[in-house]
Nanobody, 123 residues
Framework: HVQLVESGGGSVQVGGSLRLSCVAS????????MGWFRQIPDKEREGIAG???????SYADSVKGRFTVSQGNDGNTLYLQMNGLKSEDTGMFYC??????????????????WGQGTQVTVS
């Protein structure tokens, strides 16, 4: 079981930027598939960005060109750089990790390990 702790959320104006962090309780996240997910009330959790164990990344169409997922040099931190934020980006952002091969890095059902979330509000 991997413990994940997100941080970096907050309130920001439209067009602003935030960087979310997710610290994992492992020596290296390099062998995990990891993703960032967004959830708003009464809606299903939505895949935003993901990175696979080979380093390949995937993004939801709604964030392509604005968000970037990356791994930190410390080996156990995942980042989500969010630029050009829009009001529709508002939501609770969760980090997830999975050590098993998965079919779809942006699919929430693929993951067993989740953080507690960090709120992002864009207005």
């Amino acid at each position: 079981h991997v413990q994940l702790v997100e941080s970096g959320g907050g309130s920001v104006q439209v067009g602003g930027s935030l960087r979310l962090s997710c610290v994992a309780s492992v020596d290296t996240i390099g062998r995990y598939c990891m993703g960032w997910f967004r959830q708003i009330p009464d809606k299903e959790r939505e895949g935003i960005a993901g990175i696979e164990s080979d380093g390949s990344t995937s993004y939801a169409d709604s964030v392509k060109g604005r968000f970037t997922v990356s791994q930190g040099n410390d080996g156990n931190t995942l980042y989500l750089q969010m630029n050009g934020l829009k009001s529709e980006d508002t939501g609770m952002f969760y980090c997830a990790a999975e050590s098993e091969p998965i079919g779809w890095v942006l699919g929430p059902l693929e993951y067993d390990n989740w953080g507690q979330g960090t709120q992002v509000t864009v207005s």
